[in-house]
Structures are given as C-alpha cells and as structure tokens.
C-alpha cells in the first residue's frame, strides 16, 4: 500500500486532463474559467500537501502507472525540486488566469472562450507531466501536447498579428521537437531504454566503456537544441516577441512565464537525470550553452531598448533572462544549477506580473501599447505601476527582489569557473547595465506627468478588478519572497538537485 | 572499400532516415509555402518513424502476434514491439500536430488570400507603415 501523497503527481496531470474534456463541452467562459481556477488551486493545495511529504523525508520515489513492471513500464517521478516547480508553476498559473480574466473576455469571440480555458487546462497538465515524467517518450508526447497548447493560447485573440505569430511559432516549435525526437530515437537506438533511470546506468556503462562517444554527443546537442529553440535561447529568438507580443494578456503571462520553462525543467532532466552531469559537461554541449546564454543577455536588452511597444520590450527582455537559465545550466556544477532554477522561479513570478500590469497600464492609456501614450499611465492605475515598477527593479536586480538573488548566486557559482568566470560575469554585468537601461525609462515614462505641449488626450482612473489586485499581490509577493528568503529557497533547490 | 559498403548497407535505414530528416527540415524552415513547410515536417517525423522501426526489426523474426497457442511462444521468435509502439504514439502526435497546423493556414489564407510566408510578411510590414 502507497502512503497517499504517492499518488498525488498522478492524479494532478490526470485532474486537469478531465477538466479540460468537461470544459470543453461547457458552454459559458465563467464557467470555464471557475473550473479551472478550481482545479488549479485544488491541485496547488495537493502538491503543497505533496512537498510537506518528501521535503522533511529528503525522499524521491517513483510511481509505477499501471501494470506492466519496471523496466517496460511507464513511471512518474517526485522529490522535492519536483514538487517545489509544480507548487510555484501551480500558483503562477492561477494568478496569470486570474489578472488576465477581463482580457480573455474582452479579446476572444463568446462561444469560444471556453475553448481558452480548455488550452490551459492543457498546458498545466503538460507542464506537471514534464515535471513528473520518468519517461523519455512520455515527455516528448507532452512537449507536443504543450506545442498546441501554447500555438492555441497565441491565437485566440485571431487577429491577423497573431495568426502570423502563431505559425511562425509552430514552425519552430516543430523543428525543436523534431530535433528532440531524434535525438531521443539515437538514444534508444544506442541504450535501448525509455525509463530515465535505465538511460542513465546506460549512458554511464558508455561513458566508462568509451563506446558511442560521438553518437552520444550528437544526440545531447540535439536535444540541447531541440529543447532551447522551443525555450527562444538566442539565436532562435525571433518568433518570440511577436508571439508573446500580440497575444492577449493571459497568453503572454502564461508563455513568459511558465511555457518557456516547461523546457527547460526538460532540459535540467536530461542533463542532471539521463545523462549525468559529469558525461553532459564532458561533452562541450554545456559550453555552447553558455555562451548562447551569454549572448542571448545581450542581444535580448539590446533589441529591448530598441523597442517602443511595451509588451514587445517585455517579450525581448524574456529572451535575455531566459539566457540567464541557460548560462547558469552551461557552466556546469551543482552551485550553477541552483542559480539557473532560482532565476527559473524568480522568472515564472516576475514576468507574468509585468505582462499582467503592462496590460492594464496600456488599457489605462486607451488600449495603447506605444511607450509614449503610457505617459502617466501608473497615475490612472496605480496597482498596475507599482506592479510594473517592483518587476522592473527585480529584473534590474535591486537587492531585497528575487532579481539580485539570482545575479548573487550567478556570480558566486561564476566565481569557481575557468575561462567560463569571465564570459558569465561580463554578461551579468552588461545585461544589468542594459536592463536598467530599459525598464527605468518605462518606469519613469509611467510615473511622469504629461508635459504642456504634448497631444496626449486626458485618460480617466482606471478601478483595477479584484481578479487583478490579488494576481498582482501573489505574484509580487513571490518576488519579493523569492529575494529575501533566498538562503532558504536556495538551500531547497541545492537539496532536491542533490536527490536527482 | 566492401568494408565501407557493407557498413552502408547495414546502416541503409538509419542513412535514409538521417537524409529525409535533413530534408524535411530543410523545407520547414526555409520554404516560404505553409503547406510546403508542414509537408517538410511530415517527412521529418516520417524519417524518425523509419529510424523507430528499423530499431526495433530484427531479421528473420516475426511480428509479436501469437496464433499458435500449442507451443509456449519463444522470445527468439518475434521483433521487439516497443519501437512499433512508439511509432504509432508518434503518428498520432504528428497528425494532431498536423491537423492543427493546417487548420491554422486556412484560417490564414482566408485572411491574406496567400500561404506564402514572406508575402504574409510584406504585407503585414506595408499594413504597420
């Protein structure tokens, strides 16, 4: 008999699957939408319960679906980095559906908005799979599964732009998992497993043995690659701002903030649970991800100054930090890896807050998202600037904001590298530098007054929704939590790495 | 040289399936027509099913389908299922995939009266100056 939190990953992905069939048969988009809340709040309470269970057992366990014994069967895996993930992925998800509730209203046709919720049903479903998966196959289905998802979520506000956005994404997304599969299929062909645990005894046999040394790093730098141009790591960027750009609110939150992520945790799985840490760094896979990353901090701030349209300069700033993730990831080490899940964590929190107040700012401003009509805008709604404002600094890195936690922990795990010291701390201090560069003159544009002589018509206040109010609370409690208890949240991840 | 051959020959599926992939991407990202671009991906997905099954085929077996029940049936006697298994989870993805994708060109054709990418793109541009 399974003590009962065993069961809880299981019936989480399960949860939300049912959800999204009833959903679909629901007619009205309230409805919809307080099934899914319930559901994700439920299943936040459940996981909590599920964290409480293996943190203080320092326990990671597997749990056998069906049947069919160990080694052809299918598995799912917790222990606590696991369940910390889905705890806070859990909690964004509610409060991006939360503040972006009046504009998924307002930005897709009646009829089909429960169709919206259906989608992201879908994705937190995908998302705990890939979180919980102990399968390699299972995890590609959900890549693909999230893929919809998320191409779903870009075009719901069916505008041209959007459509556009949407095939180019799925173009790309296609390639990414194209890659991964193959990758994964080489990695059959040579180890002959699917379950993660029975890839890595192989892989490690092969790395002693010296046998299928080029093949081995063919298929990770596939799957490395697979996996970062469906997280937007720079140089395949560039579908990214116009997706996240011209969705609606919700949608943007939604892939800032989580879907990018989903890869990511793949990602961390492949290198720390398949391969191993010591065959992935000995394969040079892990510098070229660093140095992507290093570029992508870069190139992202960069083409963010650029932008005038406040959702896009927020999208080019996901790429720079998404290249945060991944330069912590290519250093390699223990300490690196803390660093790139806490800037996934601060991350998650960060951004869907931003989106969610840049929408707000701009429907203060008249439905404009051009940065010289948001003049004033933190005036008439006042939550939303000071939202936007504590999310800038964050992303600038102002102690006391989860922001600063990550660059200390960045730069502390830097300080052990060799050549890779210096490429991770020159990019952390330029992308500082240019961060503040954009985010502090659109903070000041919000908060300055109009000047005489400027055609900007005259806005009334906006009264933020109560949905809004508590959205934006949690998430920049998160923040703010993640950047002062950020020993203690520091100290959980370095445990649950240590577990896998 | 008949050594290079005969390695040719024994990796003959894995050597198509490496080429058809390249194909397939190729046409994804560079052809300007949508349906070009997810036919590309249909190749690509059909290579990696090829190389799936070739894995899983060994020559001289049968499939796994047991019809005579008088004798216990031998491992020896049939190919490994999983791979076949896997292809057919996989097909099922790509056609989801597929079918979503194309439903999106229409949706797109009826807006721009076109499927080619970069005049979309145009047109797009000339809409935004």
């Known amino acids: ?500 | 040289m008949s050594e290079l051959f005969s390695t040719l020959w024994t990796q003959r599926f894995m050597i198509t399936a490496v080429l058809l992939f390249c194909i397939g991407a190729f046409s994804l990202v560079f052809n300007p027509n949508l349906i070009k671009k997810l036919i590309g991906f249909d190749l690509m997905d059909g290579a990696i099913y090829l190389m799936l099954t070739s894995a899983g085929y060994i020559r001289g077996r049968v499939a796994p389908i047991v019809t005579d029940f008088s004798a216990a049936p031998s491992v020896e006697t049939y190919i490994n299922p999983i791979p076949t298994g896997l292809v057919l989870t996989g097909i099922v993805v790509s056609v989801s995939v597929t079918a979503f994708a194309l439903a999106l060109v229409v949706r797109i054709y009826q807006k721009y009266h076109t499927v080619y990418l970069d005049v979309i793109m145009a047109t797009m541009k000339k809409g935004v100056d």
């Open chain 1, 1 to 500: 008999m399974l003590p009962y939190y065993q069961h809880i990953p299981f019936f989480s992905i399960v949860l939300l699957m049912i959800c999204g069939i009833l959903t679909s048969v629901v007619r009205s988009g309230r409805v919809a939408l307080r099934i899914h809340l319930g559901a994700v709040l439920a299943l936040l309470g459940a996981n909590l319960v599920l964290l409480a269970n293996v943190l203080p057992r320092q326990e990671r366990f597997t749990y056998a679906l069906g049947i069919v014994s160990h080694p052809y069967g299918n598995e799912l895996v917790c222990g606590p980095l696991e369940a910390t993930l889905a705890v806070a992925f859990l909690l964004v998800m509610a409060m991006s559906v939360l503040g972006g509730r009046d504009g998924v209203f307002e930005d897709v046709e009646p009829g089909k908005q429960n169709l919206y919720f259906v989608m992201c049903d879908l994705i937190m479903a995908s998302l705990l799979a890939m979180i919980y998966t102990n399968d390699a196959f299972t995890a590609y289905v959900f890549i693909e599964i999230n893929t919809i998802a998320a191409c779903a979520l870009v075009m719901a506000k069916d505008s041209g732009a959007t459509l556009v956005a949407t095939i180019r994404y799925l173009m790309m997304s296609l390639l990414g998992s194209g890659l991964f599969l193959l990758g994964l299929t080489f990695l059959y062909h040579i180890t002959g497993h699917l379950l993660i645990i029975d890839i890595h005894d192989q892989v490690q046999q092969l790395a002693a043995t010296g046998a299928y040394q080029i093949p081995l790093t063919v298929l990770m730098g596939m799957m490395a690659l697979g996996l970062g141009l469906k997280s937007a790591l720079f140089p395949n960027h560039t579908w990214l701002p116009d997706a996240h750009g011209s969705a609606t609110t919700a949608s943007s939150a939604i892939l800032s903030g989580l879907v990018l992520k989903g890869y990511v945790v793949l990602l961390i799985k492949c290198i720390f649970c398949i391969f191993g840490e010591e065959v992935f760094a000995a394969s040079h896979v892990g510098d070229v991800l660093l140095v992507m990353g290093a570029l992508a901090m870069v190139v992202g701030s960069v083409k963010a100054i650029q932008e005038t349209h406040i959702k896009r300069m927020i999208a080019y700033s996901t790429v720079a930090q998404i290249g945060y993730i991944y330069l912590g990831l290519g250093m390699g080490g223990a300490a690196a890896a803390v660093a790139a899940i806490y800037q996934m964590l601060v991350h998650a929190f960060t951004k869907p807050m931003l989106f969610l107040c840049a929408g707000e700012l701009a429907e203060a401003s008249g439905h404009r998202k051009q940065m010289y009509y948001l003049r004033g805008a933190g005036h008439r709604a006042k939550l939303a600037g000071v939202g936007f404002t504590v999310g800038g600094l964050s992303m600038i890195g102002l102690p006391l904001l989860g922001g600063f936690a990550v660059k200390f922990y960045l730069a502390d795990a830097a300080l052990s590298g060799s050549w890779k010291m210096w490429v991770a701390l020159a990019a952390l201090a330029v992308s500082s530098v240019l961060n503040a560069l954009y985010y502090l003159p659109a903070i000041i544009q919000i908060w300055s007054k109009a000047q005489p002589g400027e055609n900007l018509p005259q806005l009334p206040v906006k009264r933020p929704s109560l949905a809004f109010v508590v959205a934006v609370l949690v998430l920049g409690a998160g923040t703010v939590l993640l950047g002062v208890c950020c020993s203690g949240t520091g100290a959980l991840l370095s445990l649950g790495l240590s577990l896998l």
